[in-house]
């Protein structure tokens, strides 16, 4: 008999596993079922006697085990452990929504270690630019993947499921590159401009072609000329070996993504619009993509400032001279005494000191009588 179905609790989590199956992805499940087996294997070790699922407590069994995730070798990350957290939690809530007998408090809010705030890694310019003619300079079919995973902001797990008929065209020099559901369960459509659209039309042309007479559109996009699947071990060794030649330091598959997020947001696009190319569901994993620099500082504070400028400059009120008055009457009159005022007005508010400020309003209300007597002649 397997020993992780020996016990009733064993059989219950497996149970509940087999539930989640329906709806999950397997790798989703068989993680579940890896996070299961740890917790269970602690249980067998230093519980024995626990058999049931009734008497789970959350002191001794439930802070033993975090105590065990939290001491061993090699340590685990703070995101293992927070995974592990999660999937367990996630059994027993489902256990409890079926009518199992499970305690609320097993698992709390704060035994969740706090998230690792890591910054985004994109690549140097300097080696961006490497890389990019490296690549070029190879023109294989790997080459121009990592340069369409450079030029989109995939993930590796998405061009790898592209097909032969992801490219779409939506008239003119407008091309948008259809990317299948991927690690959050969506699809969505990622704008391609003519440099992008060239490296997908030459992936076309060097990937293996169609034995059948009807070719399928909807085939994989990236099949190696001898027929062989593109692995995720095969592209990240291409970019292995492609930093190595171009004399640069390691690149990472994800961080071909980092870069493209950082020049987007450098280059104008807004975070909104970023959000929905890279397929996130909220804006704060977005904001883990990107790098502002002090230099990106400095350029978007001074564009602010030229920006604050234009608005709220002072208008300029149109003043006509004598001269230019084709009529001379009470009204122009009237309108070029409004001028003045407006115009003192303006000019004691730059002033800073409150004596001079005091004696331009006394002149101020001066003008104003005025301005009552002339509208009182003019009605004469």
Known sequence: MNPIQSRELDQILEGQLQVLAATLKPATIAYYRAQAHRFLRYLHLHHPELSALDPLRRNP????????????NPPLTSRSRRAALFCIRRLFDDLADNGYPVRETLILRQDFP???LCLPKPVTPDV?????????????LLSNALLLLRATGMRVGECLRLNRDSLRHLGGSQWSLHVPLGKLHSERW?????????????ILSLTAPLHSEAPNP???????????KVTYGRICKALKDASRRAGCPPVRLHQLRHTFATDMLRSGLSLPALKEILGHRDIRMTMGYVQVTQQDLQREYHL??????????????????????SQINMVNICHALDSVRHLLEMYRRQLNQSSSQRKLHCLDRRLAKLRRALTDFQKE
């Open 61 to 72: 069994h439930v802070l033993g085990w975090l105590r065990s995730l939290a001491e061993e």
């Open 218 to 228: 909807s085939a994989p996009l990236l099949r190696l000329p001898q027929g062989g």
């Open 304 to 325: 602010a400032r030229q920006r604050m400028a234009t608005l709220h400059s002072l208008p300029q009120l149109s003043t006509t001279h004598p001269a230019q008055i």
């Open 190 to 202: 990622v704008p391609l401009d003519d440099s992008a659209h060239q490296i997908f039309n030459r």
């Open 128 to 140: 961006d630019r490497l890389l990019d003619r490296e690549l070029r300079r190879t023109n294989d």
């Open 114 to 116: 706090p998230r690792d």
